[in-house]
């Protein structure tokens, strides 16, 4: 029988460890049982999933994950709580030895020891979005997840073309499949209390529409594009192709108006550019 932490009991194994919430790591503790449980439902983990589970923390999610999953791998890069980690699950479920705890950074992250078929996460604010892009290229095996993320972060991850919000995070994301909200949680449920809204971001992968190659140059031309978000096309990728007026050849030829922004383009046309690129061997 798996029993989950509370607030009281959290709060006590910090000060055991001597423990206060970095800021720089972006430590907010969930405190709240029953949320961690709500986002291992909407993950729709099975009892034949690997969960991949990125800054566990004092273990409050990894617990929910556990009742769930076949098996576990937490990577958190706080020393501390990685050794304290396989410990405190140890005291709270007869599961213990489905728990892989890895001490690293996730953004260095190259393998794992076993494939890992769903993320489910409280992503470090700081760094949520280049670590989730980051496991969606190494980890092909992520077929799906629910990451909690700042409401703003999880806003610009869904947006769709034309919207405020969208942007770098919307387009790179949209490469490995579809983000959609599914959730919001309140300041309440962490401790510390963050000083902003936190939103559940829901994610299913499909088929990237390029390799390896066309991915580097896609994402580079998306950053060429909202690097001067306010420019027309034309003059935002002029540095990437190496003039204004061979980026107008290249839109053209990629069927696109020279005069749009980034921000009107969805990945397929930031596919079509680079296809486009190549074709006219500009950069080769």
């Not at 213990?96 to 001490?103: P, R, T, W």
Request: aromatic share 4%; glycine share 8%; with cysteine.
């Amino acid at each position: 029988m798996t029993t989950l932490l509370g607030a009281a009991e959290i709060r006590a194994l910090a000060e055991q460890m001597g423990l206060k919430p970095a800021k720089a790591l972006g430590q907010n503790f969930v405190i709240d049982g029953n949320v961690c449980r709500k986002i291992v439902k909407l993950a729709q983990v099975s009892p034949e999933d690997i969960a991949l589970e990125i800054g566990p923390g004092l273990g409050s999610l990894t617990l929910a994950l556990l009742d769930e999953a076949a098996g576990v791998v937490a990577v958190e890069i706080d020393s501390r709580l990685a050794m304290q980690l396989p410990i405190t699950v140890a005291a709270h479920t007869d599961k213990s030895a489905n728990l892989k705890v890895i001490n690293q950074d996730a953004l260095t992250l190259q393998e794992l020891p076993v494939a890992p078929s769903v993320l489910v996460a409280n992503l470090p604010y700081n760094v949520s979005v280049p670590v989730l892009l980051h496991l969606l290229e190494k980890f092909p095996t992520l077929r799906s997840g629910v990451v909690m993320v700042q409401a703003e972060v999880a806003d610009r991850l869904v947006a769709g073309p034309g919207r405020k919000d969208y942007g770098i995070p919307s387009l790179k994301a949209a490469w490995w499949g579809k983000m959609s909200h599914v959730g919001s949680v309140s300041r309440s449920v962490f401790w510390p209390s963050p000083n902003v809204d936190s939103k559940l971001v829901g994610f299913t992968r499909g088929t990237p529409p390029g390799d390896e190659a066309m991915r580097r140059e896609v994402f580079a031309a998306i950053d060429s594009a909202f690097a001067q978000r306010r420019k027309m096309l034309r003059s935002a990728l002029s540095n990437w192709v190496g003039s204004s007026a061979s980026a107008e050849t290249l839109l053209m030829k990629a069927g696109i108006d020279p005069t749009l922004r980034g921000e009107a383009l969805v990945i397929e046309d930031y596919c079509a550019i680079a296809r486009a690129k190549a074709e006219m061997g500009i950069g080769s």
